[in-house]
């Protein structure tokens, strides 16, 4: 497992890491091309497609973290520093907040619609939080 890390974590003539963007490609495609069957009570895969369940794992977490940008970048601009900020929101602080709100609330109907793929999404960051 050393070896994989290492080739993974390690940088080609570009300045990227391409190796881990071969092995992230695999693994997107046979996620994308496996599906799961219910028969006889079995769960089985099969050729298909589970990328409506890919969409909720990825716009959930990525809710999550847009929120999370977002809420610091509000707490940046309340931090009553007079530093000059290379970047300015239209409508702030009212066009931020509302984005604030609506992703969230997004986020709670992901978790409740669609719990199983959704919550498995909040487990993947929660998860690497715990590494941080």
Not at 79 to 98: E, H, N, V, W
Request: glycine share 10%; hydrophobic share 50%.
């Amino acid at each position: 497992m050393d070896c994989f890390s290492k080739s993974t974590g390690t940088l080609n003539q570009k300045g990227v890491p391409g190796s881990a963007l071969i092995y992230q490609g695999i693994w997107i495609t046979v996620l994308i091309l496996l599906r799961t069957r219910r028969v006889s009570g079995l769960v089985r895969l099969v050729m298909g497609t589970l990328y409506s369940d890919l969409l909720d794992y990825v716009v959930f977490s990525a809710l999550l973290f847009y929120v999370l940008t977002i809420a610091g970048f509000l707490l940046c601009g309340e931090s009553g520093q007079t530093r000059d900020r290379p970047y300015k929101a239209p409508g702030y602080p009212f066009i931020p907040l509302l984005y604030i709100v609506a992703a969230t609330a997004i986020m709670f109907v992901l978790l409740l619609y669609q719990t199983q793929t959704a919550g498995r999404g909040l487990v993947i960051v929660l998860i690497g939080v715990r590494y941080i």
